[in-house]
Nanobody
Framework: QVQLVESGGGLVQAGGSLRLSCAAS????????MGWFRQGPGKEREFVAA????????YYADSVKGRFTISRDNAKATVYLQMNSLKPEDTAVYYC?????????????????????WGQGTQVTVSS
């Protein structure tokens, strides 16, 4: 079992930045791919970014490419999402997710069904 706790959300003006963190605990000795998803008001949960265990491969949704950066520190069992040039449409609850790196593919890592473990979410609100 892996427990995930997100932090770093908040209220920011358009054009601003936030850095989300996701701390993992429990069976963190295994190799996990990590992802960020978000769910805006009245919307379905959507993929934002993901990173493989080695950190060598990262994946982004087109809507955030060039503005968001995912990274990880395996020694701290933490994954980060640096969000720059935020837009009102980025407003959502952001969720961290994890699953075994060995089962991930370039397609599966972008899907919510590709993750077994989820955090509770952190709210990000971008005002215009």
């Amino acid at each position: 079992q892996v427990q995930l706790v997100e932090s770093g959300g908040g209220l920011v003006q358009a054009g601003g930045s936030l850095r989300l963190s996701c701390a993992a605990s429990g069976r963190t000795s295994s190799s996990y791919a990590m992802g960020w998803f978000r769910q805006g008001p009245g919307k379905e949960r959507e993929f934002v970014a993901a990173i493989r265990w080695s950190g060598g491969s990262t994946y982004y949704a087109d809507s955030v490419k060039g503005r968001f950066t995912i990274s990880r520190d395996n020694a701290k069992a933490t994954v980060y999402l640096q969000m720059n040039s935020l837009k009102p449409e980025d407003t959502a609850v952001y969720y961290c997710a994890a699953d075994s790196d060995s089962v991930q593919t370039a397609w599966r890592i972008r899907t919510a069904a590709g993750y077994e473990y989820w955090g509770q979410g952190t709210q990000v609100t971008v005002s215009s």
